[in-house]
């Protein structure tokens, strides 16, 4: 055999061995993914799976501490604390829902009446046709203080978005307006830190629903530092699908309810307390005692009372 020949068949039995080195590497890759993929459905079924059981458990350790009125088209919850006029009522930041006030609320139920109260689909409240819009999340307001037998005039506390609708409200109403409470009121360029529930607002229910969020604690983060109860149920929250796509809605409109408070015409002599905390933020509550007690200060000077 020439020695041309045989080079020939090394080079063809080298060709063929490559071939099959190739296919055991295609085939590995293969498997591999299959692996990776079955592990991802595992993980995340049983992601879905822990989310679902510690859900239905919170449901049943947090009961709306108070009761639902209806609107018209749907129910919110309203809980109102404390004896006095006027009443004081309570606008959540976004995201947020009436356990927000842990620290707050109880400070100035010794004083006069309170109400906090969840937007149409947050919390305990249901939610409503449409997407979020700030006009009617006022008209929302004032259908249910009307419903819950609460008389005004009010003075209206909001806190983050809260302090934009809270202005709205009083440019709507002016004369069930007798005062108001502005924390951390948000300024055109002011975005300070950004949490998760703002950098990916339409991702966080997905990672919600597969238990991923939980698992990451961001809601015991925001909570950390309000009284246990409170801490608990807006955690919970702040954990669930709906909760949070509906949070999605309203932080896409941050710029518009911005905006609509720019332009609210307020009532001319209208008491206002401007106030900021240490960290201002798109999604952050009055988790310090403190900072609560700065509030509620305020508050007691809009309401004409000393400290107890």
Not at 23 to 46: P, Y
Not at 117 to 135: H, I, M, N, T, V
Request: charged content about 20%.
């Amino acid at each position: 055999m020439s020695c041309w020949a045989r080079r020939s068949r090394h080079g063809r039995s080298g060709e063929r061995l490559g071939e099959r080195t190739q296919a055991v590497r295609s085939s590995d890759v293969r498997r591999g993914a299959v692996r990776v993929g079955a592990l991802l459905v595992f993980a995340g079924l049983a992601g879905t799976t822990y989310q679902g059981v510690t859900t239905a458990v919170e449901r049943r350790e947090f009961p709306r501490p108070g009761r639902m009125v209806d609107i018209g088209d749907y129910q919110l919850h309203i809980a109102c604390s404390g004896k006095g006029a006027p009443v004081v009522v309570l606008e959540a930041p976004a995201a947020g829902l009436s356990s927000a006030w842990g620290w707050l609320q109880p400070a100035l139920a010794g004083h006069t009446r309170v109400c906090s109260y969840d937007r149409a689909g947050l919390g305990w409240s249901e939610a409503q046709e449409g997407d979020f819009d700030p006009g009617r999340a006022a008209d929302d307001l004032h259908r249910l203080l009307d419903g819950a037998g609460e008389t005004g005039p009010y003075v209206v506390v909001g806190h983050g978005l809260g302090a934009s609708l809270a202005q709205v409200f009083a440019g709507r109403f002016p004369g069930d307006v007798r005062g108001l409470a502005l924390v951390d009121v948000p300024l055109p360029g002011s975005e300070g830190p950004a949490a998760l529930l703002v950098r990916y607002p339409a991702l966080t229910p997905w990672l919600a629903r597969v238990g991923i969020l939980r698992a990451m604690g961001v809601a015991a983060d925001l909570t950390r530092g309000l009284p246990g109860p409170a801490a608990g149920a807006l955690a919970s929250f702040l954990n669930r699908p709906d909760h949070l796509t509906r949070s999605a809605r309203e932080l896409r409109k941050w710029d518009e309810a911005m905006a609509s408070a720019a332009s609210a015409p307020l009532p001319p002599g209208l008491a206002v307390e401007r106030l900021s905390t240490a960290r201002p933020a798109r999604v952050s509550f009055l988790i310090h005692e403190e900072e609560a007690a700065q509030v509620a200060a305020a508050v007691r000077r809009l309401i004409g009372t000393k400290d107890r």
